[in-house]
């Protein structure tokens, strides 16, 4: 009697011992963990008319001027700096040398994240965003996307909370409100459905038939760019297009 008790309390020893083994392996939750967990990230993707958000991320508005943005295959990003309140638009060569096909974030310019990057050591994040274009009724969508790089302290990031850096990020890119972002989620997915459609149908042609009184034509075709009168004949001349009535009924057309 007296060996199994001892056999229970070495089986229960055991799995306390596992059971912490299993909660010391998985560790605290990480900044970068805690970071993405607040901030979506959109999927981007690509259709017939060239890239395109695959799924929304979550929405947010631009705060500050200054952040540069470039087309989406663009190879290089030229960061902004965000260090102590004060953010740093990107300056020489790299600004210059995409100085031709970039443009600066506006405030109030919605955008998704799309990538985020926690430098413990080097006490930086990096913030990647992209224009959420139905968002700021850009069309055709350009996709401009552009980067910040958070520039903190030497130790802060190791004992700073997510709530205080979020703070720190939301000076650049707040949350938008989840009105906002309900908006921009339906105006995204209806450009996605758009552009999974095929091109629309063009207009039904106009048709031009004899015997048809000028009033009509001027319903079917418009006003005509120029009027001729030759006493019974009359023409109606349009940019591509003439036709000729005979005592106010369509002759020829040509």
Same mark, same amino acid.
Not at 54 to 77: D, F, I, N, R, Y
Not at 206 to 226: C, H, S
């Given at each position: ?9 070495? &089986? ?9 083994? #299993? ?65 740093? !638009? ?8 995409? /100085?031709? #096909? ?19 050591? /080097?006490?930086? &994040? ?11 009724? #850009?069309?055709? !969508? ?22 205080? #850096?979020?703070?720190? &990020? ?34 039904? !042609?106009?048709? &031009? ?22 006493? !019974?004949?009359?023409?109606? +001349?349009?940019?591509?297009?003439? +036709? ?11």
């Amino acid at each position: 009697m007296c060996q199994a008790r001892q056999f229970v309390l070495v &089986i229960v020893a055991v799995s306390i011992l596992l059971s912490g083994s #299993v909660a010391n392996a998985q560790g605290p939750v990480t900044l970068q963990e805690q970071l993405a967990a607040q901030y979506k990230l959109v999927k981007m993707g690509s259709d017939s008319g060239g890239v395109a958000v695959v799924e929304p991320g979550t929405l947010l508005a631009v705060q500050k001027g200054g952040v540069l943005s470039v087309p989406w295959k663009a190879m290089a990003l030229c960061p902004a700096k965000f260090q102590d309140n004060n953010l740093h !638009p990107p300056a020489g060569m790299c600004a210059a040398m995409v /100085k031709t #096909v970039s443009r600066y974030f506006q405030k109030g310019d919605k955008v998704y994240p799309t990538k985020i990057e926690v430098n413990p050591d /080097k006490a930086k &994040i990096s913030f990647t965003v992209v224009a959420c274009d139905a968002c700021n009724g #850009v069309n055709p !969508p350009s996709s401009m996307k552009g980067e910040v790089v958070f520039q903190f302290a030497k130790g802060y990031l190791e004992k700073a909370s997510v709530g205080e #850096v979020e703070d720190t &990020i939301g000076q650049v890119f707040s949350i938008a409100g989840d009105e906002q972002q309900g908006r921009g989620d339906q105006q995204q997915q209806g450009s996605q459905q758009q552009a999974a459609q095929p091109e629309q149908q063009q207009a039904e !042609p106009q048709t &031009i038939q004899l015997g048809m009184t000028t009033d009509q034509v001027q319903a079917a075709l418009g006003k005509p760019e120029k009027i001729v009168n030759l006493g !019974p004949k009359q023409l109606f +001349v349009y940019k591509d297009l003439k +036709v000729t009535f005979v005592n106010g009924k369509v002759s020829d057309v040509q």
